[in-house]
């Protein structure tokens, strides 16, 4: 599975963005999806994920409320609303894709090594 990351960019602090990832090579609907975000000098960090039917979706706490994660199986795209955006937000920001398993949670698919394939990630800048 390729994952390509896109609509990073640069935005005033409490502005909006919607980053957008397609992926191809594989069944869109037999994976669940995430993204995570790295910051300078930081480790990359779990930001939300959702299900491969889309039914369930889960928030890292910092962004519980501003953030919005959507997938669109017919389009093989997964997106992340940002709304609310803050100066500890920028990041790059990574797509990443894990095979479908026999139920979904919100442990398991936080979860770094929970992932089989990862995008090349998408800059995101918050001025203040």
């Known amino acids: 599975v390729q994952l390509q990351a896109s609509g990073g960019g640069l935005v005033q602090a409490g502005g909006s963005l919607r980053v957008s990832c397609a992926a191809s090579?594989?069944?869109?609907?037999?994976?669940?999806m995430a993204w995570f975000r790295q910051a300078p000098g930081k480790e990359r960090e779990f930001v939300s994920a959702?299900?491969?039917?889309?039914?369930?979706?889960t928030y890292a706490d910092s962004v519980k409320g501003r953030f919005t994660i959507s997938r669109d199986n017919a389009k093989n795209t997964v997106y992340l609303q940002m709304n609310g955006l803050k100066a500890e937000d920028a990041a790059v920001y990574y797509c990443?894709?894990?095979?479908?398993?026999?139920?979904?949670?919100?442990?398991?698919?936080?979860?770094?090594?929970?992932?089989?394939?990862w995008g090349q990630g998408t800059q995101v800048t918050v001025s203040s």
């Open positions: 090579g594989g069944t869109f609907s037999r994976y669940a």
């Open positions: 959702i299900s491969w039917s889309g039914g369930s979706t």
């Open positions: 990443a894709a894990a095979r479908k398993a026999p139920y979904y949670t919100d442990t398991a698919y936080s979860r770094r090594r929970t992932y089989d394939y």
